[in-house]
């Protein structure tokens, strides 16, 4: 099969489209032939040497996937050969074809294309494990999401208005923000030109949001914790903005503050597994009723995966980037 290679950490350009072995299923394991995979900020920075997969994964990058099941491991009950499915990926999504634990196997809502729904599977379980599963964002609360153009927050902000959640985003520009008030969030704050604390201040009346989604990491710490509101909770899952800082313990203590931080990739199988029923059970509902959209920004063929790495560098880009082999 053909396949995306790191062939040396480096720019965009060490992406090379070769020759490799195909994969081998195990026992619980499905072999799906790749329809489309969808870009993520961590293959980025796997191609940089600064995120290797986990031991025994594809060393390919790509975390989601979506195509068609050509093969079943003896242990695979519910799959069968010729099922289209989409997948979450520990490695591997950037090639014509994947092996992936069953368990980690989604069935693809109606209402969307197969190549549509690469799109999903590594947002969703994101967004699902860390804001709901871990944070518990509950009706009724207030939600903040950095980047909230980003693939990751556009799907957050719409799954958290089905679940009756005020919505506040931060983006770079008016046109990203007025992509963000599309979908459904209600307060739109531009990090460029506002300070996103005192604005956040102002639209709760002081006290702050219950649960922040974050990105940024070190750049954005004390200013998260300083727009939490009592009993608030800081889940970072990203470090755009550096991994070292300083930050003052008193503000913890002050507001009884919960700091969470949580990567997808490491997770164990099971884990996964865990968090794509969760997802199957309480999110796909809400894709098959027409409540939540994707937002499909640009696709490129599978060769121009340096190209697809550029766009998504520049962060010229609103919701998600497909690579089609």
Same mark, same amino acid.
């Given at each position: ?11 965009? %350009? ?14 619980? %394991?499905?072999?799906? &032939? ?42 695979? @009950? ?23 634990? #069953? ?5 693809? +809502?109606?209402?969307?294309?197969? &190549? %549509? ?6 947002? /969703? ?19 903040? /999401? ?25 983006? $770079? ?26 604005? /956040?201040?102002?639209?709760? $009346?002081? &006290? $702050? ?7 940024? $990491? ?8 300083? @727009? ?19 930050? *003052?313990?008193? @503000? ?18 099971? *884990? ?8 199957? !059970? *309480?999110?796909? +509902?809400?894709?098959?009723?027409? &409540? ?5 920004? !640009? ?8 190209? #697809? ?17």
């Amino acid at each position: 099969m053909k396949a995306i290679v790191i062939t040396t950490p480096g720019s965009p %350009e060490v992406l090379q489209l070769q020759e490799v072995e195909d994969p081998q299923i195990k026992d619980d %394991e499905v072999l799906i &032939k790749v329809e489309a995979t969808a870009l993520n900020r961590a293959d980025t920075i796997q191609r940089q040497g600064k995120y290797p997969p986990p031991r025994g994964a594809s060393p390919y990058p790509g975390l989601e996937c979506s195509g068609t099941i050509e093969a079943t491991g003896k242990f695979v @009950s519910r799959w069968k050969v010729g099922d289209h499915v989409c997948a979450l990926l520990s490695g591997g999504g950037y090639a014509e074809k994947v092996a992936v634990p #069953a368990g980690h196997v989604l069935p693809i +809502p109606s209402g969307i294309s197969v &190549k %549509e729904a690469a799109a999903f599977p590594e947002v /969703v379980c994101t967004v699902c494990s860390s804001v709901f599963m871990t944070s518990r964002l509950s009706a009724g609360e207030t939600f903040l /999401v950095h980047g909230g153009s980003s693939g990751i927050g556009t799907f957050a902000i719409q799954i958290a208005k089905v679940r009756g959640v005020k919505v506040f985003v931060t983006a $770079g520009s008016e046109d990203k923000l007025a992509v963000c008030k599309e979908l459904g969030a209600d307060v739109c704050i531009n990090y460029k030109t506002e300070d996103f604390v005192a604005r /956040v201040k102002e639209e709760t $009346g002081g &006290k $702050g949001v219950d649960v922040i989604l974050d990105c940024m $990491g070190a750049a954005y710490f004390q200013r998260n914790l300083d @727009s939490l509101n009592f009993d608030g909770r800081l889940h970072i899952i990203g470090l755009m903005g550096g991994a070292v800082t300083e930050f *003052n313990l008193g @503000s913890l203590f002050a507001k009884r503050l919960t700091v969470q931080a949580t990567g997808l990739r490491m997770r164990s199988p099971e *884990n996964k597994a865990e968090i794509v029923n969760e997802v199957e !059970k *309480n999110v796909w +509902p809400a894709v098959v009723a027409g &409540k939540v959209k994707l937002l499909v920004y !640009k696709q490129f063929p599978l060769s121009e995966a340096a190209e #697809a790495h550029r766009l998504m560098e520049s962060s010229q880009h609103i919701g998600k980037i497909l690579l089609i082999p």
